[in-house]
T-cell receptor
Framework: DARVTQTPRHKVTEMGQEVTMRCQPI?????VFWYRQTMMQGLELLAY????????DSGMPKDRFSAEMPDATLATLKIQPSEPRDSAVYFC????????????FGPGTRLTVL | QKEVEQNSGPLSVPEGAIASLNCTYS??????FFWYRQYSGKSPELIMF????GDKEDGRFTAQLNKASQYVSLLIRDSQPSDSATYLC??????????????FGQGTTLQVKP
């Protein structure tokens, strides 16, 4: 059963703490997307990768957010330091370039920054 | 600024009726169109994609695409209370060199009343 996995599913932390979210894309997929979803802003694209190379991270606050793909089976999104306004659900999605642009979403990480 | 527009709703229909969800997009070069369903507290789930003008049917769902008018719609026949969710329209960003990047609308909330 191929699916995107994300850990942790829930995270509560205090302002100023570092938060790391992890994503395992579907095996064989070579594009990975990080989104943030809030009631006010909807689904926002933060960054995306193809073949582990970052293509665009213009949606991320550069001073505190960073995204990496250490290998083809792991993508990470880090926030340091975290702020209450970062509270949201963070989704990872993966796809296959040349595969019709279809993206498959993971279950998300619900982040609460106190 | 490339945009995908949806009426936020809620769209309320009685059980058994046809629900019609609409979406317009600004990028005339877009070629891939998607409908995702998102239940409250869950991640977006792909339910339909369409690439060519016309209709595409899958069970109770029909996607309709009109590239000349730049709109895509989703019809749900015999609506069920379990169809109550937010429906996200997504369109590929043709200017992103086939990276698979999608532009999402804000979503339309559908309520199917028993």
């Amino acid at each position: 059963d191929a699916r995107v996995t994300q850990t942790p599913r829930h995270k509560v932390t205090e302002m100023g703490q570092e938060v790391t979210m992890r994503c395992q894309p579907i095996l064989g997929h070579n594009t990975v997307f990080w989104y943030r979803q809030t009631m006010m802003q909807g689904l926002e694209l933060l960054a995306y990768f193809r073949n582990r190379a970052p293509l665009d991270d213009s949606g991320m606050p550069k001073d505190r957010f960073s995204a990496e793909m250490p290998d083809a089976t792991l993508a990470t999104l880090k926030i340091q330091p975290s702020e209450p306004r970062d509270s949201a659900v963070y989704f990872c999605a993966s796809g296959l370039s040349g595969g019709g642009d279809t993206q498959y979403f993971g279950p998300g990480t619900r982040l609460t920054v106190l | 600024q490339k945009e995908v527009e949806q009426n936020s709703g809620p769209l309320s229909v009685p059980e058994g009726a046809i629900a019609s969800l609409n979406c317009t997009y600004s990028d005339r070069g877009s070629q891939s169109f998607f409908w995702y369903r998102q239940y409250s507290g869950k991640s977006p789930e792909l339910i339909m994609f369409i690439y060519s003008n016309g209709d595409k049917e899958d069970g109770r769902f029909t996607a309709q695409l009109n590239k000349a008018s730049q709109y895509v719609s989703l019809l749900i026949r015999d609506s069920q209370p379990s169809d109550s969710a937010t429906y996200l329209c997504a369109v590929n960003d043709k200017g992103s060199s086939n990276t698979g990047k999608l532009i999402f609308g804000q979503g339309t909330t559908l309520q199917v009343k028993p």
